[in-house]
Protein backbone atom coordinates (compact mmCIF):
# COMPACT_ATOMS: atom_id res chain seq x y z
CA UNK A 1 0.00 0.00 0.00
CA UNK A 2 1.49 3.54 -1.11
CA UNK A 3 1.40 6.25 1.73
CA UNK A 4 -0.55 8.51 -0.96
CA UNK A 5 -3.36 6.25 0.20
CA UNK A 6 -3.13 6.68 3.52
CA UNK A 7 -1.77 10.69 4.09
CA UNK A 8 -3.37 13.61 4.63
CA UNK A 9 -3.55 15.66 1.90
CA UNK A 10 -3.08 19.20 1.36
CA UNK A 11 -2.09 21.90 -1.08
CA UNK A 12 1.44 21.59 -2.53
CA UNK A 13 3.88 23.52 -1.03
CA UNK A 14 8.33 23.58 -2.00
CA UNK A 15 10.00 20.93 0.55
CA UNK A 16 11.79 22.84 2.98
CA UNK A 17 13.34 19.45 4.71
CA UNK A 18 13.35 15.31 3.85
CA UNK A 19 10.03 13.54 3.94
CA UNK A 20 9.02 10.33 2.45
CA UNK A 21 7.46 9.80 -1.28
CA UNK A 22 3.98 9.36 -1.99
CA UNK A 23 5.01 6.34 -3.91
CA UNK A 24 6.56 4.27 -0.48
CA UNK A 25 5.54 1.30 0.41
CA UNK A 26 4.28 1.56 3.34
CA UNK A 27 4.54 -2.37 4.49
CA UNK A 28 8.54 -1.98 3.16
CA UNK A 29 9.41 0.78 5.30
CA UNK A 30 10.86 -0.17 9.00
CA UNK A 31 11.51 1.87 12.21
CA UNK A 32 14.76 3.08 11.46
CA UNK A 33 12.99 5.08 7.77
CA UNK A 34 11.72 7.20 10.71
CA UNK A 35 14.18 8.13 12.88
CA UNK A 36 14.75 11.24 11.92
CA UNK A 37 11.28 12.76 11.61
CA UNK A 38 9.24 14.40 14.83
CA UNK A 39 6.09 13.77 15.23
CA UNK A 40 4.49 14.59 11.73
CA UNK A 41 6.25 12.89 8.90
CA UNK A 42 6.15 15.05 5.46
CA UNK A 43 4.76 13.01 2.64
CA UNK A 44 6.41 14.31 -0.73
CA UNK A 45 5.97 14.39 -4.60
CA UNK A 46 8.95 15.43 -6.39
CA UNK A 47 9.81 18.73 -4.70
CA UNK A 48 6.84 19.42 -2.71
CA UNK A 49 5.16 18.59 0.12
CA UNK A 50 1.45 17.19 -0.78
CA UNK A 51 0.65 15.56 2.57
CA UNK A 52 1.70 14.48 5.61
CA UNK A 53 1.23 11.53 8.26
CA UNK A 54 1.62 11.08 11.98
CA UNK A 55 4.57 9.61 12.56
CA UNK A 56 3.47 6.81 15.62
CA UNK A 57 0.62 5.71 13.22
CA UNK A 58 3.28 4.76 10.57
CA UNK A 59 5.52 3.15 13.28
CA UNK A 60 2.14 0.95 14.87
CA UNK A 61 2.11 -0.63 11.59
CA UNK A 62 5.75 -1.21 10.48
CA UNK A 63 6.93 -2.33 14.00
CA UNK A 64 4.93 -5.33 12.88
CA UNK A 65 6.55 -7.70 9.56
CA UNK A 66 4.54 -5.74 7.20
CA UNK A 67 4.26 -9.09 4.80
CA UNK A 68 4.23 -12.09 7.48
CA UNK A 69 1.29 -10.10 8.80
CA UNK A 70 -0.81 -10.03 5.82
CA UNK A 71 -0.32 -13.67 5.09
CA UNK A 72 -1.66 -14.11 8.38
CA UNK A 73 -4.52 -12.38 7.89
CA UNK A 74 -5.04 -14.33 4.70
CA UNK A 75 -4.90 -17.37 5.81
CA UNK A 76 -7.81 -16.37 8.03
CA UNK A 77 -9.65 -15.45 5.60
CA UNK A 78 -13.06 -17.19 4.61
CA UNK A 79 -12.25 -16.90 0.89
CA UNK A 80 -9.39 -19.19 -0.72
CA UNK A 81 -6.76 -16.46 -2.16
CA UNK A 82 -4.23 -17.52 -4.92
CA UNK A 83 -1.70 -15.03 -7.47
CA UNK A 84 0.37 -16.12 -9.73
CA UNK A 85 2.65 -13.57 -11.60
CA UNK A 86 2.31 -12.82 -15.04
CA UNK A 87 5.31 -15.61 -16.06
CA UNK A 88 2.16 -18.02 -14.68
CA UNK A 89 3.98 -19.02 -12.23
CA UNK A 90 1.96 -18.96 -8.51
CA UNK A 91 3.79 -17.14 -5.55
CA UNK A 92 0.72 -16.76 -3.05
CA UNK A 93 -2.13 -19.35 -1.88
CA UNK A 94 -3.79 -19.06 1.48
CA UNK A 95 -4.86 -21.89 3.44
CA UNK A 96 -8.25 -21.59 3.23
CA UNK A 97 -7.53 -22.32 -1.47
CA UNK A 98 -6.08 -25.27 0.46
CA UNK A 99 -9.02 -27.00 2.05
CA UNK A 100 -11.88 -25.66 -0.02
CA UNK A 101 -9.27 -27.72 -3.29
CA UNK A 102 -8.13 -30.08 -0.76
CA UNK A 103 -4.65 -29.74 -1.44
CA UNK A 104 -1.50 -28.98 0.36
CA UNK A 105 -0.79 -25.10 -0.23
CA UNK A 106 3.21 -26.52 -0.67
CA UNK A 107 1.99 -28.42 -3.87
CA UNK A 108 0.36 -25.10 -5.38
CA UNK A 109 3.45 -22.78 -4.80
CA UNK A 110 6.01 -22.38 -7.33
CA UNK A 111 3.66 -24.13 -10.41
CA UNK A 112 3.12 -22.76 -13.77
CA UNK A 113 -0.57 -22.28 -14.05
CA UNK A 114 0.26 -22.06 -18.56
CA UNK A 115 1.89 -25.92 -17.49
CA UNK A 116 -0.86 -27.12 -15.19
CA UNK A 117 -3.79 -25.74 -16.04
CA UNK A 118 -3.64 -24.23 -19.47
CA UNK A 119 -7.54 -23.94 -19.29
CA UNK A 120 -8.30 -22.27 -16.20
CA UNK A 121 -9.68 -19.10 -15.54
CA UNK A 122 -6.84 -17.59 -14.09
CA UNK A 123 -4.66 -18.05 -17.27
CA UNK A 124 -7.68 -15.92 -19.32
CA UNK A 125 -7.15 -13.37 -17.11
CA UNK A 126 -3.16 -13.69 -17.58
CA UNK A 127 -3.23 -13.28 -20.92
CA UNK A 128 -6.58 -11.05 -20.85
CA UNK A 129 -5.48 -8.70 -18.57
CA UNK A 130 -8.87 -8.52 -17.86
CA UNK A 131 -11.01 -9.01 -14.83
CA UNK A 132 -13.36 -12.22 -14.76
CA UNK A 133 -15.97 -13.83 -12.50
CA UNK A 134 -17.60 -16.69 -12.44
CA UNK A 135 -20.22 -18.04 -10.36
CA UNK A 136 -21.67 -21.63 -9.07
CA UNK A 137 -18.89 -23.72 -11.10
CA UNK A 138 -18.95 -26.81 -10.49
CA UNK A 139 -15.58 -28.64 -10.00
CA UNK A 140 -15.02 -32.50 -10.95
CA UNK A 141 -12.63 -33.35 -9.34
CA UNK A 142 -13.29 -31.69 -5.98
CA UNK A 143 -17.22 -32.10 -6.34
CA UNK A 144 -18.01 -29.07 -5.30
CA UNK A 145 -19.50 -26.02 -6.66
CA UNK A 146 -17.37 -22.55 -6.74
CA UNK A 147 -17.37 -18.94 -7.26
CA UNK A 148 -14.40 -17.24 -7.77
CA UNK A 149 -13.34 -13.57 -8.46
CA UNK A 150 -10.11 -13.06 -10.63
CA UNK A 151 -8.63 -9.91 -11.05
CA UNK A 152 -5.20 -8.59 -12.98
CA UNK A 153 -2.55 -7.18 -10.62
CA UNK A 154 -1.42 -3.74 -11.57
CA UNK A 155 1.88 -1.88 -9.91
CA UNK A 156 2.92 1.62 -10.84
CA UNK A 157 0.64 0.74 -13.85
CA UNK A 158 2.30 -2.57 -15.27
CA UNK A 159 1.03 -5.73 -15.09
CA UNK A 160 2.60 -8.40 -12.94
CA UNK A 161 0.10 -10.87 -12.30
CA UNK A 162 -3.04 -11.87 -11.58
CA UNK A 163 -4.92 -12.93 -8.17
CA UNK A 164 -8.27 -15.16 -7.86
CA UNK A 165 -10.51 -15.03 -4.65
CA UNK A 166 -12.48 -18.60 -4.31
CA UNK A 167 -15.47 -19.27 -2.22
CA UNK A 168 -17.23 -22.57 -1.36
CA UNK A 169 -20.67 -22.43 -3.08
CA UNK A 170 -21.75 -25.22 -2.51
CA UNK A 171 -23.82 -24.49 0.34
CA UNK A 172 -25.17 -21.72 -1.87
CA UNK A 173 -26.14 -24.53 -4.44
CA UNK A 174 -28.17 -26.41 -1.62
CA UNK A 175 -30.11 -23.18 -0.71
CA UNK A 176 -31.29 -22.59 -4.17
CA UNK A 177 -31.93 -26.29 -4.88
CA UNK A 178 -33.87 -25.78 -1.56
CA UNK A 179 -35.52 -22.34 -2.58
CA UNK A 180 -36.77 -24.74 -6.24
CA UNK A 181 -38.14 -27.34 -4.23
CA UNK A 182 -40.06 -24.87 -1.95
CA UNK A 183 -41.33 -22.94 -5.66
CA UNK A 184 -42.13 -26.14 -6.72
CA UNK A 185 -44.43 -27.10 -3.84
CA UNK A 186 -46.03 -23.54 -3.91
CA UNK A 187 -46.78 -24.32 -7.64
CA UNK A 188 -48.14 -27.43 -6.67
CA UNK A 189 -50.24 -26.03 -3.84
CA UNK A 190 -51.56 -23.34 -6.04
CA UNK A 191 -52.18 -26.07 -8.42
CA UNK A 192 -54.15 -28.00 -6.03
CA UNK A 193 -56.16 -25.02 -5.43
CA UNK A 194 -56.89 -23.79 -8.28
CA UNK A 195 -58.09 -27.45 -9.26
CA UNK A 196 -60.30 -27.30 -6.27
CA UNK A 197 -61.35 -23.90 -7.17
CA UNK A 198 -62.55 -25.57 -10.66
CA UNK A 199 -63.98 -28.40 -9.35
CA UNK A 200 -66.36 -26.47 -7.38
CA UNK A 201 -67.44 -24.50 -10.38
CA UNK A 202 -68.12 -27.92 -11.92
CA UNK A 203 -69.41 -29.53 -9.07
CA UNK A 204 -67.02 -31.92 -8.44
CA UNK A 205 -67.54 -33.81 -4.82
CA UNK A 206 -64.38 -34.91 -3.07
CA UNK A 207 -61.41 -33.64 -0.85
CA UNK A 208 -60.08 -37.12 0.08
CA UNK A 209 -56.42 -37.40 -0.26
CA UNK A 210 -56.80 -40.57 -2.95
CA UNK A 211 -59.61 -38.03 -5.07
CA UNK A 212 -57.23 -34.62 -4.88
CA UNK A 213 -54.57 -36.34 -6.10
CA UNK A 214 -56.44 -37.25 -9.08
CA UNK A 215 -57.85 -33.17 -8.76
CA UNK A 216 -53.72 -32.47 -9.11
CA UNK A 217 -52.92 -34.85 -11.73
CA UNK A 218 -55.72 -33.58 -14.13
CA UNK A 219 -54.84 -30.38 -13.30
CA UNK A 220 -51.26 -30.78 -14.90
CA UNK A 221 -52.63 -32.78 -17.97
CA UNK A 222 -55.22 -30.10 -18.98
CA UNK A 223 -52.64 -27.97 -19.27
CA UNK A 224 -51.01 -30.01 -22.38
CA UNK A 225 -52.62 -31.60 -25.30
CA UNK A 226 -51.67 -35.34 -25.15
CA UNK A 227 -54.69 -37.77 -25.01
CA UNK A 228 -55.96 -38.98 -22.07
CA UNK A 229 -57.35 -42.24 -20.80
CA UNK A 230 -59.48 -42.19 -17.96
CA UNK A 231 -60.09 -45.37 -16.01
CA UNK A 232 -62.66 -46.46 -13.15
CA UNK A 233 -65.80 -48.02 -12.37
CA UNK A 234 -69.39 -46.98 -13.50
CA UNK A 235 -70.63 -43.99 -11.99
CA UNK A 236 -66.90 -42.76 -10.07
CA UNK A 237 -67.01 -39.70 -12.68
CA UNK A 238 -65.56 -40.21 -15.61
CA UNK A 239 -67.29 -37.55 -17.73
CA UNK A 240 -66.86 -35.20 -15.12
CA UNK A 241 -63.02 -35.52 -14.76
CA UNK A 242 -63.01 -35.02 -18.97
CA UNK A 243 -65.05 -31.48 -18.62
CA UNK A 244 -62.35 -30.83 -15.71
CA UNK A 245 -59.58 -31.37 -18.37
CA UNK A 246 -61.15 -29.76 -21.45
CA UNK A 247 -61.97 -26.18 -18.80
CA UNK A 248 -58.95 -26.29 -17.77
CA UNK A 249 -57.13 -26.66 -21.12
CA UNK A 250 -56.01 -24.12 -23.96
CA UNK A 251 -59.01 -25.67 -25.96
CA UNK A 252 -61.71 -24.33 -23.05
CA UNK A 253 -63.44 -21.74 -25.43
CA UNK A 254 -63.55 -24.35 -27.93
CA UNK A 255 -66.74 -27.44 -27.80
CA UNK A 256 -66.54 -30.84 -25.68
CA UNK A 257 -68.32 -33.02 -27.68
CA UNK A 258 -69.14 -36.41 -25.58
CA UNK A 259 -69.70 -39.80 -27.68
CA UNK A 260 -70.72 -43.07 -25.57
CA UNK A 261 -69.29 -45.84 -27.46
CA UNK A 262 -71.46 -48.83 -25.70
CA UNK A 263 -74.89 -46.54 -26.26
CA UNK A 264 -74.50 -46.25 -30.17
CA UNK A 265 -75.40 -49.38 -32.66
CA UNK A 266 -72.55 -50.50 -34.26
CA UNK A 267 -74.46 -49.71 -37.81
CA UNK A 268 -74.27 -46.32 -36.94
CA UNK A 269 -70.93 -45.49 -34.61
CA UNK A 270 -69.21 -44.47 -37.67
CA UNK A 271 -71.80 -42.10 -39.34
CA UNK A 272 -72.25 -40.74 -35.63
CA UNK A 273 -67.66 -40.34 -35.56
CA UNK A 274 -67.31 -39.21 -39.13
CA UNK A 275 -70.44 -38.18 -40.71
CA UNK A 276 -71.66 -38.86 -43.86
CA UNK A 277 -72.97 -37.46 -47.45
CA UNK A 278 -76.41 -36.58 -48.80
CA UNK A 279 -77.91 -40.02 -50.72
CA UNK A 280 -74.30 -41.68 -49.17
CA UNK A 281 -76.95 -44.41 -48.23
CA UNK A 282 -81.07 -45.08 -47.31
CA UNK A 283 -82.66 -43.05 -44.66
CA UNK A 284 -79.51 -40.30 -45.02
CA UNK A 285 -80.40 -37.07 -44.29
CA UNK A 286 -80.59 -34.48 -46.95
CA UNK A 287 -77.71 -32.29 -46.95
CA UNK A 288 -75.86 -35.12 -44.98
CA UNK A 289 -74.36 -34.54 -41.23
CA UNK A 290 -71.08 -33.82 -40.12
CA UNK A 291 -69.35 -36.10 -37.52
CA UNK A 292 -68.29 -35.53 -33.72
CA UNK A 293 -65.02 -35.44 -35.13
CA UNK A 294 -65.89 -32.37 -36.92
CA UNK A 295 -68.44 -31.05 -34.24
CA UNK A 296 -64.92 -31.42 -31.83
CA UNK A 297 -62.42 -29.51 -34.43
CA UNK A 298 -60.32 -27.50 -31.97
CA UNK A 299 -61.50 -28.70 -29.23
CA UNK A 300 -61.92 -31.93 -27.25
CA UNK A 301 -63.04 -35.31 -27.88
CA UNK A 302 -64.72 -37.35 -25.20
CA UNK A 303 -64.96 -41.32 -26.67
CA UNK A 304 -67.06 -42.68 -23.43
CA UNK A 305 -66.78 -46.18 -22.78
CA UNK A 306 -64.35 -47.14 -25.95
CA UNK A 307 -63.97 -50.45 -24.75
CA UNK A 308 -67.16 -50.88 -26.11
CA UNK A 309 -66.01 -50.01 -29.51
CA UNK A 310 -66.05 -52.26 -32.35
CA UNK A 311 -62.55 -53.50 -33.76
CA UNK A 312 -63.54 -52.67 -37.65
CA UNK A 313 -64.83 -48.66 -35.57
CA UNK A 314 -61.46 -48.81 -33.68
CA UNK A 315 -59.50 -49.12 -36.98
CA UNK A 316 -60.78 -46.28 -38.42
CA UNK A 317 -60.55 -43.99 -34.76
CA UNK A 318 -56.97 -44.76 -34.91
CA UNK A 319 -56.81 -43.80 -38.72
CA UNK A 320 -58.31 -40.44 -37.52
CA UNK A 321 -56.41 -39.93 -34.43
CA UNK A 322 -53.08 -40.55 -36.57
CA UNK A 323 -53.41 -38.90 -39.94
CA UNK A 324 -55.29 -35.94 -38.39
CA UNK A 325 -58.43 -36.63 -40.81
CA UNK A 326 -61.31 -38.10 -41.33
CA UNK A 327 -63.88 -38.73 -44.34
CA UNK A 328 -67.42 -38.72 -44.21
CA UNK A 329 -69.63 -42.24 -45.21
CA UNK A 330 -70.20 -41.40 -49.10
CA UNK A 331 -67.67 -38.73 -49.50
CA UNK A 332 -64.71 -38.62 -51.89
CA UNK A 333 -62.61 -35.82 -49.88
CA UNK A 334 -60.44 -35.86 -46.87
CA UNK A 335 -61.67 -33.58 -44.35
CA UNK A 336 -58.26 -32.10 -41.73
CA UNK A 337 -59.21 -32.41 -38.01
CA UNK A 338 -57.77 -30.63 -34.93
CA UNK A 339 -59.36 -32.96 -31.52
CA UNK A 340 -57.66 -33.78 -28.50
CA UNK A 341 -59.11 -37.09 -27.39
CA UNK A 342 -59.78 -37.84 -23.84
CA UNK A 343 -60.90 -41.54 -23.51
CA UNK A 344 -62.55 -43.81 -20.89
CA UNK A 345 -63.35 -47.41 -19.42
CA UNK A 346 -64.86 -49.37 -16.73
CA UNK A 347 -63.11 -52.34 -18.75
CA UNK A 348 -59.68 -53.93 -18.55
CA UNK A 349 -57.89 -52.81 -21.54
CA UNK A 350 -55.00 -54.99 -21.28
CA UNK A 351 -57.53 -58.25 -20.88
CA UNK A 352 -59.01 -57.09 -24.33
CA UNK A 353 -55.89 -56.54 -25.97
CA UNK A 354 -54.73 -59.83 -25.06
CA UNK A 355 -58.21 -61.09 -26.16
CA UNK A 356 -58.11 -59.07 -29.11
CA UNK A 357 -60.83 -57.58 -28.27
CA UNK A 358 -59.20 -54.26 -28.40
CA UNK A 359 -55.98 -53.09 -30.78
CA UNK A 360 -52.59 -52.17 -28.99
CA UNK A 361 -51.81 -49.44 -31.41
CA UNK A 362 -55.02 -47.73 -30.29
CA UNK A 363 -54.40 -48.24 -26.66
CA UNK A 364 -51.05 -46.57 -27.25
CA UNK A 365 -52.60 -43.65 -29.43
CA UNK A 366 -55.23 -42.60 -26.09
CA UNK A 367 -52.90 -43.92 -23.44
CA UNK A 368 -50.43 -41.05 -23.26
CA UNK A 369 -51.36 -40.07 -19.82
CA UNK A 370 -53.84 -42.74 -17.38
CA UNK A 371 -56.18 -41.14 -14.73
CA UNK A 372 -57.56 -43.57 -12.76
CA UNK A 373 -61.01 -42.55 -10.57
CA UNK A 374 -60.95 -44.25 -7.38
CA UNK A 375 -64.13 -45.72 -6.66
CA UNK A 376 -66.20 -44.45 -3.54
CA UNK A 377 -65.56 -47.18 -1.23
CA UNK A 378 -61.77 -46.46 -1.18
CA UNK A 379 -62.29 -42.72 -0.50
CA UNK A 380 -64.97 -43.21 2.51
CA UNK A 381 -63.73 -39.62 3.69
CA UNK A 382 -66.14 -38.38 0.76
CA UNK A 383 -69.21 -39.80 1.60
CA UNK A 384 -70.64 -37.36 3.62
CA UNK A 385 -70.03 -34.45 1.11
CA UNK A 386 -72.24 -36.77 -1.28
CA UNK A 387 -74.73 -37.26 1.16
CA UNK A 388 -74.99 -33.91 2.11
CA UNK A 389 -74.75 -32.68 -1.68
CA UNK A 390 -77.77 -35.45 -2.14
CA UNK A 391 -79.79 -34.09 0.65
CA UNK A 392 -79.21 -30.22 -0.34
CA UNK A 393 -80.18 -30.96 -3.73
CA UNK A 394 -83.58 -33.04 -2.35
CA UNK A 395 -84.10 -30.23 0.07
CA UNK A 396 -84.38 -27.69 -3.02
CA UNK A 397 -86.37 -30.18 -5.17
CA UNK A 398 -89.06 -30.88 -2.77
CA UNK A 399 -88.97 -27.64 -0.40
CA UNK A 400 -87.86 -29.65 2.68
CA UNK A 401 -85.38 -28.48 5.66
CA UNK A 402 -83.46 -31.72 6.34
CA UNK A 403 -79.77 -31.06 7.60
CA UNK A 404 -77.10 -33.33 8.75
CA UNK A 405 -75.11 -33.33 12.13
CA UNK A 406 -72.01 -31.06 12.44
CA UNK A 407 -68.75 -32.01 12.76
CA UNK A 408 -69.73 -35.80 12.12
CA UNK A 409 -70.48 -37.87 8.88
CA UNK A 410 -73.80 -37.51 7.27
CA UNK A 411 -75.96 -40.87 8.27
CA UNK A 412 -79.77 -41.46 8.32
CA UNK A 413 -79.71 -41.19 12.23
CA UNK A 414 -78.25 -37.81 12.11
CA UNK A 415 -80.99 -35.87 10.28
CA UNK A 416 -83.75 -34.02 12.14
CA UNK A 417 -87.08 -32.93 10.62
CA UNK A 418 -88.09 -29.74 10.64
Same mark, same amino acid.
Given at each position: ??????????????????????? %????????????? =?????????? !?HIVGDLKKDRILNVVRLNGQE??????????? $????? $????? #????????? %?IFELPVGKVLGRNVFETEPNS??? *???????????????????? /????????????? $????????? =???????????? /??????????????????? &??????????????????????? #??? *???????????????????????????? *?? @?? +?????????? +?????ESELFGYESGSFTGARKGGKI??????????????? #???????? %? &????????????????????????? !?????????????????? =?????????? &?? &???????????? @????????????????????????? !??????????? #?
Amino acid at each position: MKLDKIMKGRSPSPATSSGLSVD %QELYELSPGDLES =FGPVVPILRG !RHIVGDLKKDRILNVVRLNGQELISEIMDHSSE $GIIAA $GRNGI #IFYANEMYA %QIFELPVGKVLGRNVFETEPNSALV *RVLKQKKPLTLKKQYVETIK /KYVSCRINPIIIN $GRFQGAVSV =FSDASELVALDH /KIRQAEQVANDLREKMDSI &TEAEKLKIIGQSPAFTKVLSQVA #IVA *RTSVPALILGENGVGKEVIANFIHRNSD *RA @DK +PLIAVNCASI +PENLIESELFGYESGSFTGARKGGKIGKFEMADKGTLFLDE #IGDMSLAA %Q &TKVLRAIQEKEISRIGGERSIKVDV !RIIAATNHNLDEQIASRQ =FRRDLFYRIN &TV &TVTIPALRDRKE @DLPLFANEFLRQFNAKYDKWIFSCD !RRPFWPTCLSL #I
